[in-house]
């Protein structure tokens, strides 16, 4: 602490030595010298805050430029389409909205949305902090009946893929303005607070944490538990875990929102996306057989999405592959409807044959990564080993290279 004063104590001493050697001391350089003492004093505390609120500033940009917004969007992360491919989803979006705004049954429980690989729970939560965000609402498109959320609602979005328990609560602490770095300690400095924070904290990604299940016991059902008392409630994304052993974890402490339930899930909202995706009318400079075939299309988004099941991830590889085929698909041959992809496997090993090919090493190498935990391998080592234990050869660093520089 006393570290942090010496710059402003600096400016008081400086300011009282200049006053002691003056030649002439009038009131007016008195009431100054007071000034600047009271004031270099206080200089130190008021940079610090100044600095973690533009380092908090850029934590949120980052997270909603990197992972919200592009799948709020519809799109890969890694994707350089700039428009919106968002569909559907009405339901669920309507229901978390109201929630949002402080409307509806069961207000005051916080929300778990679930559901299988591929279906859609980031780009749902995407949406939702897109269009609480005033720097992202104007870019995302919606439709004009729309109900969206209040503007500064959500205090918080984190994307917590390989982050441990006391890295979650050090970024709800900052975005909280709280000074704490532990679960611990921000659950007690919340215990013991005297007044309520009205706000909802989005926390997606929660099964691909560094531990999902001490994530949750440690620190978010708690802040769960706790948030008719605290203002604080919960927005989560996070896959069921086997036999739904991670929901459970929640107890009664918040409300799950099941995307593959049929009340949540229409099939016309994936074979939207798909003629969205095939058409690319958002993105002009990109390449596409089916940008002059809206009829066609619509026909291929149909029949995807019925091969596609409840699956997003699966239509949007199948569309991309399409894209990258060059030729439009020809619904004048027997059974075209039948070709396409019914799981996330035999999508990605289309895709990766159309859009990204290189043959077997290439598929290994990418499922590996697949596979893996967190945000994927640091060493390359690693990646290569594991690449080789799933695979259908052996790999080095040399290949994870060539896939990197690709």
């Known amino acids: ?8 104590v600096a400016i008081g001493a400086g300011a009282l030595l200049g006053l002691a050697s003056a030649d002439r001391v009038t009131p007016t350089s008195v ?20 600095r973690e609120r533009a380092a908090l500033h850029t934590e949120h940009a980052e997270q909603l430029r990197g992972h919200f917004r592009p799948s709020g969007r519809g799109v890969l992360p890694s994707s350089l389409r700039e428009g919106s491919y968002f569909a559907g989803r009405t339901q669920a979006l309507g229901e978390l909205t109201a929630w949002i705004n402080g409307e509806g049954p069961d207000v005051a429980r916080s ?12 780009a749902v939560l995407g949406r939702l902090v897109s269009t609480a965000d005033a720097r992202t609402r104007s870019e995302t498109p919606t439709a004009p009946d729309q109900v969206l959320p209040r503007l500064g609602a959500l205090g918080a979005a984190l994307h917590v893929r390989g982050r441990t328990v006391d890295e979650v609560a050090a970024e709800i602490s900052r975005a909280l303005s709280l000074d704490e770095t532990t679960a611990g300690g921000l659950l007690a400095r919340l215990r013991d607070a005297r007044e309520r ?15 999902a299940h001490r994530l949750i016991v440690d620190l978010l059902e708690p802040l769960a538990a706790a948030a008719g008392r605290t203002g604080i409630r919960l927005l989560v994304g996070t896959r069921p875990g086997a036999e739904d052993d991670l929901l459970r974890l929640f107890a009664g402490s918040a409300r799950v929102v099941d995307l593959d339930e049929a009340r949540y899930l229409d099939r016309r909202d994936i074979a939207e996306y798909v003629r969205l995706t095939l058409l690319a009318e958002s993105d002009p ?3 596409t057989a089916y940008r002059s075939r809206p009829g066609l299309a619509a026909s291929v988004g149909a029949a995807v999405a019925v091969r596609s099941g409840r699956s997003f991830l699966v239509a949007q590889l199948t569309a991309l592959s399409l894209m990258a085929a060059g030729e439009p698909v020809d619904t004048s041959s027997a059974g075209w409807q039948e070709a396409f992809p019914a799981t996330v496997g035999a999508a990605m090993e289309r895709y990766l044959q159309d859009v990204r090919p290189g043959g077997p090493w290439l598929r290994d190498l990418l499922m590996a990564l697949a596979w893996s935990q ?11 080993a594991a690449a080789t234990a799933l695979g259908t050869d052996v790999y080095s660093e040399r290949d994870v290279t060539r896939l990197i520089l690709r």
């Not at 602490?1 to 402003?8: E, K, Q, R, S, T």
């Open 111 to 122: 929300r778990v949305v679930t559901g299988a690989p591929g279906s859609g729970k980031s």
């Open 197 to 211: 924070r009205a706000t909802v904290v989005v926390v997606d990604g929660v099964d691909e944490a560094a531990d």
């Open 31 to 50: 009431v100054l010298t007071v000034l600047l003492v009271v004031s270099g004093t206080g200089v130190p505390p008021i940079v610090d805050r100044l």
């Open 374 to 384: 967190g945000d994927g391998f640091d060493d390359p080592r690693t990646w290569a």
């Open 1 to 8: 602490m006393l570290i942090h004063l010496l710059p402003g």
């Open 285 to 287: 400079q990109i390449t």
